[in-house]
């Protein structure tokens, strides 16, 4: 037998090269812009989104803060990990509460009581009130039809809207973030990740996660078809029950509209064998917020949504 | 239909194929990414349950997979695609990312915008019509922004009776135009999208084809370029300078390779200054002294001497520099709906530096159907191509973009309100003067 030795051509994988992609898009922003953030909800994707932006300013301190909209319902082992994370790399973060804006009256509690549609007026006040000019957000392109033709570089009015008809074409690698004052761009440096593509990452970052995202016993009941966690938000309510099951959480949001999926994935590689193996998108399976009709997220980001 | 999501459990330490499709709703375009899409299994229960709702309420028979590609309302009410929109799929073998272009006429700019960080492009022709003119307008797109493979595809196979006496005097008539183009690699393939022959699956219909899927050859065409043999080129995005105890003399500087590889103790020039110095270390996104850096990857580069060294700068390799110049001639893609004339004064972005600039002249407009030139036209206007030449208020490294898509390329930009105006390409590279 003979070894023939070639030398194989350089060639990144693809996962590298995302990741590459990724700290290309923070560094120009952080480059072009006088105040960014990064919105940090404690979901993977914005774990995801730090990991990268703290790779991509070693040994230099990541130069931006943390936002987070706390709508007041959410998972308190999410918080913790939230403030851990902060306090472990010296970030700043600010936090805007949804709860806030209910007690003063400034927004009213919707009926089915999610407040995953009242984040954005204070979303928009922090931005408004730190004058941030970029905001980096988690969104990726594969999750929804309205977010196939997002930019990496999104252009908001000064009311934070977003009109599909201003946005710029992106060519080459060339991000133009000119915008007038008042006006902002949100940055979506995971525009070219999958779902399954954040899960294997973190698992090749052995980056740790809330431990909600992996299988747990929990009290839950039934909703839309979702598992959802009891609680003062409002549920359950007549007839609905609550019983204990083994879930996961896909996607972490508001407690009132995040469901969680029947799950015994206890490690990364579980999960990565079960996302790949799943009959469900993973906003499909886990978001009530975008089931409310076929344009839900068209019509959430013109008015200013993430 | 029972297609579910079913990706491979095994996925990649593959690599990533950037591939743009041009063709339009009439040519079978939105029904083939669907069918790419559907039969690669990346396709879950709640979207084909989602396209197959839809699709009875509109009255069709079987679930239309063209929906499964429709995006904004706006659109989906005027049955039209305005924009580009970004696809993802993954064999065992590779991930893909798919920009779906609309082909109409006054659609260019949004086929140079996926051609534009596209290795492949995907054009679709009607079997039952052949190459026409939006055919050879698209071969010409990418041949312009120098997608390296080009693939094409007749579609619609099913309608004329899957013969080879249709489809082998369309290849032979595309590769033709392409060559002349100087496209460097055509593949031909039959296809039925709504039938899904050749797409993902071969075809039972058509014994005389023995060339590869549509699919197959996705995963297959060798897009490697080896880095080692390219002149190396770094922007400089942005100095890291972290000025802690542990790293209190660190300066280093980050960016992109966006061609070649460089190494420790490379000798470098920093452009446009042009001072000479060595690679000292190189830091790869946290991780301390690599011994290679290569395109694409995200890196630091630290230099031995205490060189002055700003975002807007380009390292590049000291025996292989481009041309530092004041004085730009390009072909450029116009983009917005206002008119480019000469006596425009603008911003021009090219790579990581911005700088102010005038267009001298409009030198001439390429009529991509037959590749003539039309000389000094009064405007260029929104999907116009046009010859440019340009003059910056400060010295850029510009490299030619037939050799370097990267640092070849620019934008021009409205500095009043920051509307991209125009993409550029440096050199000519199509077109004979009439």
């Known amino acids: 037998m003979t070894v023939v030795d070639t030398v194989s051509p350089l060639r990144l994988s693809h996962l590298d090269a995302l990741e590459s992609e990724a700290a290309h898009i923070f560094r120009e922003a952080a480059a072009e812009f006088e105040r960014p953030v990064l919105l940090f909800s404690g979901g993977k994707d914005s774990i995801v989104m730090l990991h990268v932006a703290m790779k991509a300013f070693w040994p230099a301190k990541v130069p931006f803060g943390l936002l987070h909209v706390d709508t007041g319902h959410n998972f308190p082992e999410v918080l913790e990990y939230r403030d851990r994370t902060v306090a472990e790399h010296g970030l700043r973060l600010e936090v805007a509460k949804v709860q806030d804006y209910i007690d003063d009256g400034r927004l009213r509690e919707r009926a089915d009581g999610t407040r995953n549609p009242l984040q954005t007026v204070p979303l928009l006040d922090a931005i408004n009130a730190h004058r941030f000019d970029a905001v980096f957000g988690g969104g990726r392109r594969d999750e929804e039809k309205a977010r196939a033709k997002e930019r990496v570089f999104s252009l908001r009015d000064e009311f934070g809207q977003w009109d599909p008809r201003r946005q710029r074409p992106e060519l080459w690698s060339l991000y133009n973030g000119r915008h007038r004052p008042g006006e902002h761009v949100r940055v979506f440096p995971l525009s070219n990740w999958t779902e399954l593509d954040v899960w294997q990452y973190i698992e090749q970052e052995k980056i740790e996660l809330p431990e909600i995202y992996f299988a747990h016993e929990r009290e839950v009941f039934k909703r839309n078809g979702m598992w959802l966690t009891p609680g003062e938000w409002g549920g359950p309510k007549d007839g609905e029950t609550i019983e204990t099951r083994s879930v996961r959480y896909r996607t972490v949001g508001d407690m009132s509209c995040t469901g969680a999926v029947d799950s015994t994935a206890a490690t990364l590689q579980d999960i990565i064998t079960e996302i790949a193996a799943s009959t469900l998108t993973e906003r499909g399976a886990t978001r009530a917020d975008d089931k409310m009709s076929e344009a839900a997220m068209e019509d959430r980001k013109r008015e200013g949504y993430f | ?434």
Not at chain 2, 74 to 84: K, M
Not at chain 2, 294 to 308: E, G, H, K
């Open chain 2, 1 to 434: 239909m029972t297609a579910i999501h079913e990706p491979p459990l095994e996925t990649p330490a593959g690599t990533l194929l950037r591939l743009a499709t041009a063709g339009s709703v009439d040519d079978g375009k939105s029904t083939l990414v669907g069918r790419l899409l559907h039969d690669t299994k990346q396709v879950f229960a709640d979207q084909l349950d989602a396209v197959e709702r839809v699709s009875r309420e509109r009255g069709l028979d079987g679930a239309d997979l063209a929906l499964l590609t429709d995006g904004l309302r706006a659109e989906r009410e005027q049955g039209i695609t305005i924009d580009v929109a970004y696809r993802y799929f993954a064999t065992p073998k590779r991930r893909f990312i798919l920009a779906d272009t609309p082909g109409h006429v006054q659609y260019t700019r949004n086929m140079v915008t996926g051609a534009s960080t596209a290795q492949l492009a995907v054009v679709l022709v009607d079997a039952r019509h052949g190459v026409v003119e939006q055919t050879r307008r698209h071969a010409a797109v990418a041949a312009l922004l120098k997608v390296p493979h080009v693939v094409l595809a007749v579609n619609k196979m099913d309608l004329v009776d899957y013969r080879e006496s249709v489809f082998a005097p369309i290849a032979d008539e595309f590769a033709a135009y392409t060559r002349a183009l100087g496209v460097p690699d055509v593949t031909a393939i039959p296809i039925s999208a709504l039938a899904g022959d050749n797409v993902v699956d071969p075809s039972n219909h058509m014994d005389w084809y023995a060339g590869p899927t549509l699919l197959e050859h996705l995963e297959n065409v060798d897009v490697d370029h080896d880095p080692q043999f390219c002149a190396a080129r770094l922007p400089v995005q942005y100095v890291l300078r972290p000025q802690s105890p542990e790293f209190r003399d660190y300066r280093g500087y980050a960016g992109q390779v966006t061609a070649g590889a460089f190494r420790p103790g490379d000798e470098v020039l920093v452009l446009p200054s042009g001072r000479r110095t060595t690679i000292a270390g190189i830091d790869r996104l946290g991780e301390q002294d690599v011994d290679l850096a290569y395109a694409p990857q995200s890196v630091t580069i630290r230099l031995a001497d205490d060189v002055d060294v700003s975002r807007g700068d380009v390292i590049v390799a000291a025996d292989r520099a481009p041309e530092v110049t004041q004085d730009v001639v390009a072909t450029v893609c116009h983009i917005a709906d206002r008119p480019l004339r000469a006596g425009d004064r603008v911003l021009l972005r090219h790579g990581t530096s911005t700088v102010k600039a005038i267009v001298r002249s409009l030198d001439s407009t390429l009529n991509l159907e037959t590749l003539r030139r039309d000389p000094n036209p009064e405007a260029l206007r929104a999907n116009d191509i046009g010859q440019v030449t340009l003059r910056t208020a400060a010295p850029l490294p510009l490299d030619d973009y037939a050799d370097h898509r990267r640092t070849g390329s620019f934008l021009l930009i409205d500095d009043a309100d920051g509307t991209t105006l125009t993409a550029g390409m440096v050199g000519v590279p199509l077109g004979s003067e009439d």
